[in-house]
């Protein structure tokens, strides 16, 4: 099994509910972020006859660690303190096995892994492994004022959202094949993996 998000990118107003309740859960300090929500833009004005119009795209995405199947930060970190599990699939660090090098910071396209410069090593998003063990769901997706966000087993949330790994502004998802599914935003180019949402 393995756990994954989805994110209902299309319907997002980049309140950011979500980035505050998992800093507050994590206590993190200033600087530092677990989960994120980003802007995407692009576009601008372009002629058409003799009038400009524009063709601007702007949206927002929350986006944290994806507990990928192909994790970089797994294989590049030289003591073996981050790590896969092997029944959930959730990426973990043992705080006690990190020398605080940041290969994982370099090699992930997520920039999910943070540095904590506090205690010279790195930690982020581990899906709130507590909440989940006790039979409660991840901060972020109790906190969404929308409830755009879901986690669970990725193909049991492929079989209810559908969804993308991939839309304009995000890593190749071929990289690292991250565990997540995003329904993408209006005007936004993605691509077809795992179809569409219902
Ligand atoms: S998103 Fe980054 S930190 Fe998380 S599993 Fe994938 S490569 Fe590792
Ligand atoms: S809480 Fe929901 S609406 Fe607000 S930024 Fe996060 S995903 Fe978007």
Known sequence: MQ??????????????????????????????????VVNYEDGGWVQRGEGWVHNVTSYWFSISCNHCADPACVYVCPT????????????????????????????????????????GRVHKCDGCIDRVEAGQRPVCVDACPYQLIDFGDIEELRAKHGGTAWVQG???????RPSLLVNPPTGAISSPIGGSRK
């Open 3 to 36: 756990y994954g998000f989805f994110i209902d990118a299309k319907y997002c107003a980049g309140c950011k509910t979500c980035q505050i309740a998992c800093k507050d859960r994590a206590s993190l300090e200033v600087g530092q972020l677990f989960r994120k």
């Open 80 to 119: 073996g303190a981050m790590y896969k599990r092997s029944d959930n699939g959730l990426v973990l660090v043992n705080q006690d096995d990190c020398v605080g090098c940041q290969s994982c910071v370099w090699a992930c396209p997520y920039d999910a892994p943070q540095y904590n410069p506090e205690v």
């Open 170 to 176: 995000l890593a190749d998802p071929s990289r690292t």
